[in-house]
Each structure stands twice: as structure tokens, then as C-alpha cells.
């Protein structure tokens, strides 16, 4: 459950709002938020401000339509600021760079976090037309038969030259590998324990 963040903490009811994507983990940009853009950003799921400069309720994308769609929002231990995750529909900075620090918002590498989650859940909380459901469900050698196939079928398309196909299975490699390691109850953390073990040893 979220923490509620208290407003009432500065004598102008505003909090320091820091806006990253969840995708990609860069910060996207810093604003401020008193009660109502708090309560319109729920409500509407896109990130609104309240404007010091403009003395009103902001919502960022209203002119450009570049919103900031929100994800998930949390609270800091002190509940006076606010952490929003949200995904952005175009560039974030008003000089159209990606972020207000003129970083480029590549990198979806945190995706992968979003999707073990996804994976678990399907685990815990299976349902009928869920094809990871299905997986698990068949149990363990057909998990681990299944990455078996995906690693020979990546195998010969890696001998060819078509990009969309190579990427495709790779694509269905890296998800049944990320099933089979929540099948045998551990965590991709502990894979990657591993290997920092192994560059460290060197």
C-alpha cells in the first residue's frame, strides 16, 4: 500500500514531484505537486503539476501532448516527496530533449524486472487463458523443453540474415529462460550474482 503524502509538511503545500519511467529508469523531470494536481494525476493518470510560475494546476502535455502517462507513484520515508513513475508519450523537456537534463531515454533493460513480475504472477495467480499459466502448469520438463526448442530455433536463424525473425526468437528465448528460472523458484538477480562473482574473481 502507498504512503500518503503529506502536504501540509511546507507552508506552501507543495511537494517536490520527481518524474521517472519506469521502463527505462531514467529521471525524467522534477516539478511540484500540492493536493489537487496530486489527486488529478490519480485520477486522470496523467502527471499534473501545480505551476509556481503560473499559479494553476499543470498537467504536462497540454499543449504539446507530450503527456506523462502515470504508472505507479510512491512516498518517500518522510512523506514529503513524491516519486511518479509514468511512461512518456514524447520527448519530456520543453526544448524537446528527452529528459530536463538533456539525457537520451534509452536503455530498456528494466523491462525485464516489469516482466519477472508479470511471470510470477501468472505463477501465483493463474488463469485460464494465460499461456505462462499453461507453462507452469505443465510443470518443469516442459518449461525447460520449451527454452530447449527456443535455443535451437534462435540457433538457426542466427545462421541467416533476417533481422526481424533472429530478433523474434531471441525475444521468445529470453522469456521462456525468464520463466524456467521462476519454475525452479529462483531469481534473475541470483543469475546476475553469478556473473558479478565471475567478472570480480577476474
Known amino acids: 500500500m502507498n504512503r500518503i503524502p503529506n502536504f501540509l ?48 494546476l499543470w498537467t504536462k502535455g497540454e499543449t504539446t501532448e507530450n503527456y506523462l502517462n502515470l504508472v505507479d507513484y510512491k512516498i518517500d520515508c518522510d512523506g514529503d516527496s513524491i516519486l511518479i513513475k509514468a511512461t512518456p508519450d514524447g520527448p519530456t523537456c520543453h526544448t524537446g530533449d528527452d529528459t530536463c537534463w538533456q539525457e537520451s531515454n534509452t536503455g530498456k533493460v528494466m523491462f525485464i524486472d516489469h516482466l519477472t513480475k508479470i511471470i510470477k504472477d501468472r505463477k501465483n495467480n493463474p488463469t485460464d487463458t494465460s499461456y505462462t499459466a499453461s507453462l507452469f502448469k505443465k510443470g518443469i520438463n516442459k518449461v525447460a523443453q520449451k527454452v530447449g526448442e527456443e535455443a535451437v530455433e534462435i540457433v538457426i536463424e542466427a545462421k541467416d540474415d533476417n533481422k526481424d525473425l533472429f530478433l523474434g526468437e531471441a525475444a521468445d528465448l529470453l522469456y521462456h529462460y525468464l520463466v524456467l528460472i521462476e519454475a525452479k523458484d529462483y531469481t534473475l538477480d541470483e543469475v546476475l550474482e553469478v556473473l558479478i562473482q565471475r567478472h570480480q574473481a577476474k
Open 9 to 56: 509538511k511546507n507552508s506552501d503545500g507543495l511537494l517536490p514531484a520527481i518524474i521517472q519511467d519506469p521502463i527505462t529508469g531514467k529521471v525524467l523531470m522534477q516539478g511540484y505537486m500540492n493536493q489537487e494536481a496530486f489527486d488529478h494525476t490519480i485520477a486522470t493518470k496523467k502527471v499534473t503539476f501545480f505551476s509556481r510560475s503560473k499559479q494553476r
